[in-house]
């Protein structure tokens, strides 16, 4: 310390502690005169301050060079008295962090800093008591982490770059000015001077590059620095253009707030990168605070068995803090705190309220099923969304509920008993068979297995445990259970004809991505959910862009609607028809035409008639249709029919051959596949098939029919 | 899933007037249409015509439960009736006991009602007689009234907080 150097403060440590206070009352009076003499530089500083103030911007950086050696030492001293006065913690926290950052640093001592020692001193004795004085000699202990820091100043000082002296600076102008000029100002500039600080921290986490990196992970840095540094990094990247430093990459500082936010949070980069593009980086942080805390517990009110009103009033003679959940729902109420076990009231014995998270009541709301409808819920462990569904529809229509998984089938039989539910069928399928067990529901609501992204304060072990694959794995499974559950729809239900999707996943590729298959795969469209608060659902995602009605899908976040972060999505089947010629995939354009003769082959089996090759893609169209579901529009099927007329009549034999080659060739599979699927429908749909199969035949004259045959023969 | 066969529908409405007398023609003939019983692995379920029609769609390893289950058939084909059947049965119950607030607590953890927890017993309850909440009185009501305080009166038979100690066997 530069105090040392003082020969007053050595006359200081002469007898007695009284004397010595005395003699540094007087002292400090001699220092305050001192200091107005060193005021020159304050009053230059001054000058410059006033400069600064004058311009808008953080230029005038590199007036302050003279108080360069102005170290941290004596902010450190300093501060912990000075920085009573002024609630600049995060100025301390960048002290301990030069600390720990910068003790790798400098061997670099030079006469500056003694003079701003000096200047320190000053300001200690003014400040500070006569421990100060005491502190000087025992200062020695602390002085090593001082002299690293004050080493690392000196070499940043020295260092061509003007923002650490700067930021030295303005600590250094911090300490001398509040002796002396105005708190106001002071603190005016010290928040640039943090906001300095904050971006020299940053940059002193950049400067050894690597190597600084390498010993961070050595060092097991504290929670408390990473902390700050995350959120001095968030500030830098928020206002990149002012707040950068030179000949930093965006992509650099990206790096650093990944990795810190990793460590912090206890996430895995995967995660933490996905999480980065999902949401802006000062959402990021909150969203991230609001995984670390529970929910608060919301219970629904049955109201099967009782009112919301009766309920409230016994949980609170039990000793229950509660409240209605929001203007939004009838039926919720919010737990505070309680004396007894939610989980095991009389009450809740009695059925008259379950336990169910806030945003699990938004699907049955959006899907609103109706009395005396059929309703399917896909994916019904542990049966709060199928319950909620019984009571809205007050027991009567039908439940099925189903889950893949028998354990957790056994909390949706208890819960259902417990409820009171009399109207619900629960049965153990994978999703995925279901429109072949059953079908035609009015609605279907599908809570499809996710990765769990949403409820990550329910379950930490989310963070580490997802990665690209798992997300991947679970949209598969996702997709094709949400076309099982299109078509487990029908659409031409009086009442209904909805279905309705949602994760507890925030993932843009198990939500958004899935419905936009959904919608290219089926004939069905997005309808708004009813539901008047939470986020749109994207329309476009980094490179993927879904359809525009996406925007009518719904997104909650823990940290902006207070429950588990969600996504809903409405959809309406608009025909019980399946699109799949234009719209397969792979394999498509010769697996229809082979599709087509075999579902023609098919067909015509069962129907055992004189076939008609140009009749069969009619049939093969059909069959087609016939393969999931169980009506059929007449009206395409009928321009189809023409359309293939026109074509069987311009069609030259060749073609023909080919097709039938293909069908004796390859069709086989098509054959079995087709004859599985086809079984149910196909059977309802023969008469029909065959009234048109009639007209058509009238149609299409046995000439033709007689030359396809011999072509058939020939190909052969 | 079958219907049930004649013993064992006699032995499950024996069981089930103990508690409700006669009244279980009220269960069948239902103002929002016929209910039946079903037996789904020795198990009986109650549920509607309508329900009843579905859930035949359903291969019987798949389907784990229709409308309620009132109860079970033990391997000696004795007929245990569950809590789950409590809804149905509240309403016709004969014989009602009136137990003060402690003693529903400490029954609800599956003890005996004792006469200190006595409020108010239905008149002539005989006794073996099923009463609703579900338990069998142990001694008439004549008896009741002699006895001391301590000694069993209704013996617990199921109770809602089944619910939750016996999650598991309800399926």
């Known amino acids: 310390m530069g105090r040392k150097l003082d020969s007053t403060t050595k006359v200081k440590r002469g007898p007695g502690r009284k004397a010595r206070k005395q003699k540094g009352a007087e002292t400090e009076l001699a220092k305050f005169l001192v200091n107005d003499d060193e005021p020159k530089k304050l009053s230059s500083r001054a000058k410059k301050r006033a400069i600064k103030r004058a311009q808008v911007s953080k230029v005038p950086k590199q007036e302050e060079k003279p108080k360069k050696g102005f170290s941290d030492e004596n902010n450190k001293w300093l501060k912990p008295a000075q920085r009573k006065r002024k609630i600049e913690q995060s100025e301390e926290e960048e002290d301990s962090d030069s600390q720990w950052e910068e003790d790798d640093d400098d061997d670099e001592e030079g006469l500056v800093q003694q003079q701003m020692e000096e200047e320190d001193d000053d300001d200690e004795d003014m400040v500070d008591d006569y421990g100060a004085e005491e502190q000087d000699s025992d200062g020695e202990e602390l002085l090593p982490i001082e002299k690293a820091a004050r080493k690392q100043k000196k070499q940043t000082s020295l260092k061509p770059e003007s923002d650490e002296e700067e930021d030295d600076d303005d600590d250094d102008e911090d300490d001398d000015e509040k002796g002396d000029l105005d708190e106001d100002d002071d603190e005016e500039e010290e928040e640039d001077d943090t906001v300095q600080a904050n971006i020299d921290e940053t940059e002193q986490f950049k400067l050894p590059g690597a190597a600084d990196r390498a010993k961070e992970g050595l060092l097991p840095m504290d929670l408390q620095t990473i902390h700050q540094r995350i959120k001095d990094n968030v500030d830098v990247l928020s206002h990149f253009s002012e707040k950068r430093e030179e000949g930093k990459e965006r992509s650099e500082y990206i790096s650093l707030l990944c990795s810190d936010l990793c460590t912090y949070y206890s996430y895995n980069e995967f995660l933490i990168s996905k999480l980065m593009d999902l949401f802006p980086l000062s959402e990021l942080v909150d969203f991230l605070e609001a995984n670390e805390i529970q929910r608060p517990v919301t219970i629904r009110t049955n109201t099967l068995k009782t009112r919301r009103r009766d309920l409230a009033q016994a949980l609170i003679n039990r000793g229950v803090n509660l409240d209605p959940l929001g203007k939004w729902t009838k039926v919720g109420l919010v737990i505070y705190d309680s004396s007894v076990p939610i989980g095991a009231t009389p009450e809740y014995l009695a059925g008259q309220y379950m336990l169910q998270g806030a945003s699990s009541f938004l699907p049955v709301m959006a899907l609103s099923p109706q009395e005396g409808e059929s309703v399917l819920d896909m994916s019904a462990a542990p049966g709060g969304k199928t319950t909620y569904m019984a009571q809205l529809m007050r027991n009567t229509g039908m439940i099925v509920a189903n889950d893949a998984s028998a354990d957790r089938l056994k909390s949706v039989v208890g819960n259902i008993h417990r409820l009171g539910v009399t109207n619900a069928v629960i049965c153990n399928y994978d999703g995925r068979q279901f429109p072949k067990v059953m079908g035609g529901f009015d609605r279907v609501l599908l809570d499809a297995p996710c990765s769990g992204t949403g409820v990550i304060s329910k379950d930490p072990g989310v963070k580490t445990g997802k990665d690209e694959a798992d997300i991947l794995r679970s949209a598969h499974l996702q997709k094709e259970l949400l076309l099982s559950a299109i078509d487990s729809v029908n659409a031409d239900s009086p009442t209904g004809g909805y279905l309705v999707y949602c994760t507890c996943s925030i993932m843009v590729e198990e939500n958004e991505w899935v419905v936009d298959y959904a919608l290219k795969k089926r004939n069905v469209k997005l309808v708004p959910t009813g539901l008047d608060f939470g986020k749109e659902g994207f329309t476009r995602f980094k490179e993927r862009r879904f359809h525009p009605t996406l925007k009518l899908s719904r997104r909650f976040y823990p940290h902006s609607h207070n429950m588990d972060g969600f996504f809903v999505a409405k959809l309406k089947k608009l025909s019980n028809t399946v699109p799949t010629t234009p719209k397969e995939t792979e394999n498509e354009a010769e697996s229809t035409n082979m599709q087509t003769a075999a579902s023609s082959e098919q067909i015509q089996k069962p129907e055992s008639k004189r076939q008609k090759p140009a009749s069969t893609p009619e049939k093969s169209n059909m069959g087609k249709k016939q393969k999931l579901e169980k009506k059929k529009s007449d009206g395409p099927k009928k321009a189809k029919i023409a359309k293939l007329d026109g074509e069987a009549s311009k069609k030259s034999e060749k073609p023909k051959k080919q097709k039938v080659k293909e069908l004796n060739g390859d069709s086989t599979k098509e054959v079995g596949k087709e004859k599985k699927k086809g079984s149910q429908s196909e059977k309802k749909n023969k008469n029909k098939t065959k009234k048109l199969v009639n007209k058509n035949k009238k149609r299409m004259g046995k000439n033709r029919f007689r030359k396809l045959k011999s072509m058939l023969g020939k190909a052969k | ?171």
């Open chain 2, 1 to 171: 899933m079958r219907p049930l066969t004649d013993e064992e529908t006699k032995t499950m409405f024996e069981k089930l007037s103990k508690y409700i007398g006669e009244n279980i023609k009220l269960l069948i003939d239902r103002p929002d249409g016929t209910y039946c019983f079903r037996l789904h692995n020795d198990r009986v379920y109650y549920m509607s015509e309508k329900i009843l029609k579905l859930a035949t769609n359903i291969s019987r390893d798949k389907l784990v439960s229709v409308g309620t289950c009132f109860g079970k058939f033990t391997k000696t084909q004795k007929f245990r009736l569950h809590i789950t059947a409590l809804d149905f049965l509240a309403p016709y119950a004969k014989f009602k006991v009136w137990v003060k607030p402690g003693s529903e607590q400490s029954f609800l953890y599956g003890n005996h009602i004792t006469k200190s927890g006595l409020g108010r017993i239905t008149e002539n309850t005989a006794q073996y007689q099923g009463v609703v909440g579900f338990g069998v009185a142990a001694k008439t009501t004549q008896e009741c009234r002699k006895v001391d305080p301590m000694s069993i009166v209704v013996f617990h038979q199921a109770d809602i907080g089944e619910y939750i100690r016996s999650e598991d066997t309800l399926t």
